[in-house]
């Protein structure tokens, strides 16, 4: 019923761009939040980014930040993660997830915490080498 979908992902060279679009459908919260993760091989699922959905307000992981830019466009029900200076340690399977804002209702760190969100998309791969 809740499905997100990922798309933008590819290959790049150091200090190239991507842009990473998560289409969302069927799911609705008060509080409604959207992460977007990372998992390299043999590593553990991090979080990158994440927005409040009623007010647009982005939160980063401090490896990103200036980097990495998450957006909404509510009327079309899509974020979008825009990934600019990528290094090659940027290299992962990127998810996106959606989930709510847990009481006391800070947009603080626990937004970039997997267990926060009780929906996945499947990934796309992003890949930055020589």
């Known amino acids: 019923q809740v499905q997100l979908d990922e798309s933008g992902g590819g290959s790049v060279q150091p200090g190239g761009s991507l842009r990473l679009s998560c289409a969302a459908s069927g799911y609705s919260a008060s509080r409604k939040i959207v992460g977007w993760f990372r998992q390299a091989p043999g590593k553990e699922r991090e979080g990158v980014a994440a927005?409040?959905?009623?007010?647009?307000?982005?939160y980063y992981a401090e490896s990103v930040k200036g980097r990495f830019t998450i957006s909404q466009d509510n009327a079309k029900n899509t974020v979008d993660l825009q990934m600019n200076s990528l290094k090659p340690e940027d290299t992962a399977m990127y998810y996106c997830?959606?989930?709510?804002?847990?009481?006391?209702?800070?947009?603080?760190?626990?937004?970039?915490?997997?267990?926060?969100?009780?929906?996945w998309g499947q990934g796309t791969q992003v890949t930055v080498s020589s």
């Open positions: 997830a959606a989930g709510s804002l847990k009481f006391p209702f800070v947009f603080d760190s626990r937004v970039l915490r997997r267990e926060t969100y009780g929906y």
């Open positions: 927005i409040y959905s009623p007010t647009g307000l982005p």
